[in-house]
């Protein structure tokens, strides 16, 4: 127990000093858009998301007007997404869905979230963190392999993740904390050239490092 509790210290500590400033990187003004911009974003960098959102919702400015918008408009700016289609089926659901069931506001409840399409446990747990500060903790690509790598976990199933990290950090710190995984993930510990030579906490990692 005592050892676990050091490498929580030590992991937290290192993500502090690597990534004091860390937060979501999608851009957004409303909450439908930002729950837009979740969805848009699986299997997909949230640079392009940035690039086709900024196009989607400077054209399309109100849920309402996005709700009436042709979907074969809405297709054609976020083809640079990928899974254009689906994603545009979803938009529009997500628009209805908002209007006829919770008076065009984004709900703060997970459950509620994922009733609408296209929205995911992940999708809802990361809204409830951006828009409502509700400390859950989203499983992504990046989370699920650092946390595998630093021996948090040793699963691939994201809800088990999930469950295990909430556990393991302090509810005042999971926010923070989940933006930071991101950021290690997604910067420094890359899933094919992870920066080992230079890792602070290689001590604990349980990854056999080839870059060192
Ligand atoms: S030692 Fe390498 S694989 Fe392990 S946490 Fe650090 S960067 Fe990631």
């Known amino acids: ?10 992991i937290q500590d290192y993500f502090d000093e690597l990534y004091p400033e860390a937060h979501c990187e999608l851009t957004y003004h409303k909450d439908y858009e930002f729950l837009i911009a979740v969805m848009f974003s699986a299997q ?8 086709v959102t900024d196009v989607l919702f400077s054209k399309y400015k109100t849920l309402n007007e996005l709700d009436l918008a042709p979907i074969e408009d ?3 700016i976020i083809k640079p997404l990928g899974l254009y289609k689906n994603k545009a ?4 659901g997500i628009c209805r869905g908002l209007l006829e069931n919770f008076n065009g506001i984004v709900p703060d409840d ?10 995911g446990t992940k999708t809802a747990n990361v809204c409830l963190i951006e828009l409502f500060k509700i400390p859950a903790f989203p499983v ?7 946390s595998n790598r630093l021996g948090l976990v040793s699963t691939t199933d994201v809800s088990k993740i999930e ?4 556990k393991q950090f302090p509810k005042e710190k999971r926010i923070k904390l989940h933006h ?8 420094y510990c890359k899933a094919l050239s992870p920066n080992c030579a230079n890792c602070k906490i290689r001590g604990i990692c349980k990854e056999k490092c080839k870059n060192l």
């Open 180 to 187: 930071q995984f991101i950021f290690f993930g997604r910067y």
């Open 44 to 51: 997909c960098t949230d640079k392009k998301v940035n690039k």
């Open 140 to 146: 992504d690509t990046h989370v699920r392999r650092v």
């Open 74 to 76: 809405i297709e054609s």
């Open 1 to 10: 127990m005592g050892t676990q509790l050091n490498k929580i210290e030590l």
């Open 163 to 166: 469950i295990a990290l909430m």
């Open 110 to 119: 997970k459950l509620k979230l994922t009733t609408l399409p296209g929205v």
């Open 89 to 92: 089926k979803n938009l529009k």
